[in-house]
């Protein structure tokens, strides 16, 4: 046991900051004695709160050294592009979560795919385009569905499939010239599409060692049936289920030669590996799917963090800890148990234009108590001038039930839903539907 009571600071509002801080206040690194403080956080956490922006690193150093602050833990990508971990490891502060070099994987689409192909790690083949005429030839090599992705952060909105080559040059054209992104699309990968099933594998690693979570399933459209826009995430379950040997598969071909890459190209990784990965059918000759590369991110995804850490059997605070401190070697290797699955509760019109400040029914803890294994977390909620819990984002509320069995996990997130209400929500009711086939 660590006697040592440390005060956390996680950077981050929505809802995987909140499912993070739920699982760091059982830590042992937290215990009684801990403070936990969250950048900005929001009226969900059981913590206190700073209004200062989590990419401000100066902002981050004043309030941790104000705190005492032991352990800061990084939620969105943002602060990780914009160098805050670098800023508070030189200042002796530990920190979970990678630099700003290590930081492009996901803050550079072209860095990454570079990354892979100079490291052998399978991935679509791609063309990088920064003229018109450069996606004209690298959409005649390809067949439709295109994708496009544009090359900087883009909030989620810089994937584009379209279905036909002039579609597909008109997105360009936009991304290119009209700067609907800004410089975000100001470059622009064009790849292969990939047929299969999609799926996300996170891993702790302080660039050496890893600790695998469990594989989980997000659901990116809008509407029943995977129909509609896509989202940032309308709901997620885990675990996957998965082909036999297919995690030892993902460790071989991708985990491991990312960490070498890494290591070679002297970039010292310390937080999460977001693994995006497409689970392809076999080639001709082979009998075992495979798999490919579709992204890395450098932080835990959102929703499928508040579905995996309820699972995670070991102590997730000791193992930030240790791998912000490059000592994860020193965490023992532990399972996940049982199944998870959360809905997203949305604003009415979300991912396009919504209406806020909506009062918010149904958030009783008591509630929580009166259905076994379920938990809310906040995402886009913010307290009136009159105090209640109102709507403040598109993604409102996600919603998680943990079970022995998928049926059961979804049976009690679904029960705790119909308990909560606010005016225009919507939310899927097929979140999972994927495992029952």
């Known amino acids: 046991m660590n006697d040592k009571k440390i005060n956390v600071l996680i950077l981050g509002g929505g809802g995987r900051e909140h499912a993070i801080a739920r699982s760091l206040r059982a830590s042992e690194i937290f215990g009684a004695a801990g403070e936990l403080h969250c950048a900005p956080g929001n009226p969900g956490m059981e913590a206190t709160l700073h209004a200062i922006d989590p990419c401000d690193a100066e902002a981050v150093l004043r309030i941790s050294r104000e705190h005492a602050i032991g352990l800061v833990v990084a939620g969105p990508e943002a602060p990780l592009v914009a160098g ?104 622009l990968v064009i790849e292969d599409f990939m047929r299969g099933r999609e799926l996300t594998v996170f891993a702790i690693t302080d660039g050496t060692s890893y600790r695998l979570l469990a594989p989980s399933r997000d659901h990116k459209r809008a509407y029943d049936g995977d129909k509609g826009p896509n989202t940032g995430g309308m709901g997620a379950y ?148 009159s105090g209640r819990i109102v709507t403040a984002g598109g993604r409102v509320l996600t919603v998680v039930g943990t079970g022995a069995t998928f049926n059961e996990a979804r049976d009690r997130a679904y029960e705790r839903v119909r308990a909560i209400s606010f005016e225009h929500m919507h939310y899927r009711n097929d979140i999972g539907w994927s495992e029952e086939e």
């Open 84 to 187: 805050v971990g670098n800023r508070l490891r030189e200042s002796g502060i530990p920190f979970f979560g990678p630099g700003a070099s290590g930081a492009m994987l996901e803050g550079s689409k072209i860095f990454a795919k570079n990354f892979m192909q100079r490291h052998g790690v399978p991935t679509a083949l791609f063309d990088v385009c920064e003229t018109l005429d450069d996606c004209r030839a690298a959409l005649a090599k390809r067949k439709p569905p295109y994708v496009i992705k544009a090359d900087g952060l883009a909030a989620g909105k810089g994937v584009f499939l379209p279905d036909t080559e002039a579609e597909a040059l008109a997105i360009c054209d936009d991304l290119l010239n009209k700067k609907i992104l800004g410089e975000a699309g100001s470059r």
């Open 238 to 385: 885990a675990p996957v289920r998965i082909p036999d040997g297919f995690l030892d598969t993902v460790v071989r071909c991708v985990l491991e030669p990312t960490l070498a890459g890494l290591k070679k190209d002297g970039i010292d990784y310390r937080g999460v590996l977001y693994m995006g990965l497409m689970i392809l059918p076999p080639d001709e000759g082979e009998t075992e799917p495979y798999v490919s590369v579709v992204e890395y991110n450098v932080r835990f995804g959102d929703p499928e963090t508040q579905v995996v850490l309820p699972l995670y059997a070991g102590d997730l605070g000791v193992a930030m800890l240790a791998a912000a401190e490059g000592r994860l070697r020193e965490v023992p290797k532990c399972g996940n148990d049982g199944h998870a699955l959360g809905v997203v509760l949305a604003s009415g019109g979300y991912p396009g234009p919504f209406e806020k400040n909506f009062p918010i029914e149904g958030l009783d803890k008591e509630l929580d108590a009166k259905i076994p294994g379920t938990s809310v977390f906040h995402s886009g909620t913010k307290r009136d001038a």
